[in-house]
């Protein structure tokens, strides 16, 4: 039964991650505000989205494998979509994590470490240049028992 439930947990969130992921996650903001001269600046609309090495199926098996080394410490309270905001920078490396819903939740705290301590990202481009740029990640659980 526990099997079940694993695998039943996990499908549902591979399915919820693959449809989210192909949604479009990046936020809209004008760009010509942003000069290109800064290094600092973090774009929220780019020509070319910041990636994860191995595509979206590899980022949704790397969050899934983290969620299910997890599983054990998940409640009830735990199920639902969690918005991961983050920043990946000119160097593919991974900052300023944060979830913006379920704040408090341990799904956020395993998504924000998951991510966190993840590989390097291919970075975003604009102009030709290498940017920071935020993502916007949803990481939904959902109750198999439903």
């Known amino acids: 039964m526990i099997s079940f439930l694993k695998t ?3 499908l549902l969130l591979l399915i919820s991650m693959l449809l989210l992921c192909t949604n479009g996650i990046a936020q809209t903001k004008s760009t010509s505000s942003v000069s290109h001269d800064k290094t600092d600046s973090v774009f929220s609309k780019v ?6 090495p191995g595509g979206p199926q590899a980022w949704t098996k790397y969050v899934t494998n983290a969620i299910e080394e997890n599983q054990g410490k998940l409640r009830k309270s735990d199920y639902g979509t969690c918005i991961i905001k983050f920043i990946v920078d000119i160097k593919g490396h991974v900052r300023n994590v944060e979830a913006i819903t379920m704040k408090k939740s341990r799904l956020a705290k395993i998504a924000i470490e998951a991510i966190t301590n993840g590989p390097r990202w291919n970075p975003a481009q604009q102009d030709g ?10 990481v939904t659980l959902t109750n198999p028992k439903k």
């Open 47 to 52: 020509e070319i989205e910041a990636s994860f």
């Open 8 to 10: 039943a947990t996990t």
């Open 129 to 138: 240049r290498f940017v920071n740029a935020y993502r916007l990640q949803p």
